[in-house]
């Protein structure tokens, strides 16, 4: 007989997803977590560390909470016995700090049970049985939420056998000369790293970056924006996935004032290369589409499903068409799930698909 419950991927979707079962009433006994970490927020701790960040670009309900109220802005003015987080956030201002966030995260991994629920295994295979889904030889599950994650870093192949380059999410220093490849948060957050450790800084990009609050514009996390999203057609909607992941980082005179200082101290210029450049930052983010994850395109494959360049095709819900029934489910939630949420690689778009998928388990009959 099937088993209830499987998370695939022990990151943060994975943990917003078990947060909104256990808030639904589903018991920690009957969901299994399969991941190789424990913690939730391993992987962002680190790429948040490389590069030196302090606030989360989220804001007041980027948490990993089923329930958005009290958000993390309530939560930073309770703290701080002061009402300057509610104001900003009332103006769409707050920022959390990446200490309060990671402080939420372990609060809610302790609260809800995942350490009871989690079983540490890398999978390779997820098969579609009459009463559910075959992962490995783990068990059969009747509703499955895969939340793999991001599939890996990205180089750029010019720099990929360069003595001179590391990611910017792996642990680096600074040196002389240094030039930043990539033009989004992470660039940003590189830029002024650099200028603070000394060094003379060189951005390589391609375009001009847009520059905007969140990942994606605020429309897009809003029922009318969603809905309107949801009534593209497949090529409209691959145009738009593809304008949302040019890089981007937010307006502001912390990130505008040290550039322009910098630049007019002639310690700041964009170039197309690295024009002898000492060290090579790739602020090139993630490998983009699911054929870069094992798991998925086995999935995709195996079962034949539907998809648009790199985008699995999804119901608005996040659930796999033709493999979701009235008897059981699997869902795609994170990066994966942008076809359903554009930003499904946000906390709110984990919450979103986390929140739909524990509606469905919760109404589904149990056997």
């Keep these: 007989m099937a088993q209830r419950c499987a998370i695939v991927g022990g990151g943060l979707a994975g943990l917003a997803g078990y947060a909104a079962l256990r808030y639904h009433g589903v018991p920690a006994e009957d969901i299994a977590v399969f991941g190789v970490e424990q913690d939730p927020a391993g992987p962002l701790r680190r790429r948040s560390a490389a ?43 707050y920022r959390p700090t990446v200490e309060e966030f990671f402080a939420d995260v372990d609060d809610v991994r302790a609260r809800s049970g995942w350490d009871r629920s989690f079983r540490r295994a890398r999978l ?8 559910g889904f075959r992962i490995d030889a783990l068990g059969t599950y009747r509703h ?3 939340a793999p994650g991001h599939p890996g870093i990205a180089v750029p192949e010019e720099y990929a056998g360069d003595g001179r380059a590391v990611h910017a999410y792996l642990p680096h220093g600074y040196g002389d000369r240094v030039a930043v490849v990539g033009a989004g948060m992470a ?18 990009r391609r375009r001009e ?21 949801h009534a593209t057609a497949p090529a409209e909607r691959v145009r738009l996935l593809e304008q949302l992941a ?122």
């Design 51 to 93: 590069i030196c960040q302090r606030y989360m670009r989220s804001e007041s309900d980027g948490h990993c909470r089923p329930a958005s109220f009290p958000g993390l802005a309530v939560r930073s003015a309770r703290s701080s016995r002061s009402l300057a987080p509610l104001v900003r956030s009332a103006c769409n201002r």
């Design 209 to 229: 970056p847009q520059r905007r609050p969140l990942s994606v514009p605020r429309p897009l996390f809003s029922r009318r924006g969603l809905a309107a999203y």
């Design 246 to 367: 040019e890089p981007s980082y937010p307006h502001g005179t912390a990130w505008d004032e040290p550039i322009s200082a910098a630049t007019r101290a002639g310690r700041f210029r964009t170039a197309a290369g690295p024009d002898g450049a000492d060290q090579v930052i790739c602020a090139t983010g993630f490998l983009r589409g699911f054929r870069h994850d094992d798991l998925l395109r086995r999935l995709v494959d195996d079962h034949d499903l539907a998809a648009e360049r790199g985008w699995v095709v999804l119901s608005p819900d996040g659930t796999v068409p033709g493999l979701t029934d009235g008897r059981r489910t699997l869902a795609l939630a994170g990066v994966p799930a942008q076809w359903a949420f554009p930003g499904a690689d946000t906390v709110a778009g984990a919450k979103y698909v986390g929140r739909r998928f524990a509606r469905r388990v919760r109404q589904c009959p149990t056997p």
């Design 144 to 146: 499955v939420l895969v």
């Design 187 to 204: 660039a940003a957050m590189e830029w002024l790293n650099a200028l603070s450790a000394g060094a003379a800084v060189i951005s390589v």
């Design 124 to 131: 390779e295979r997820i098969e579609a049985t009459d009463d």
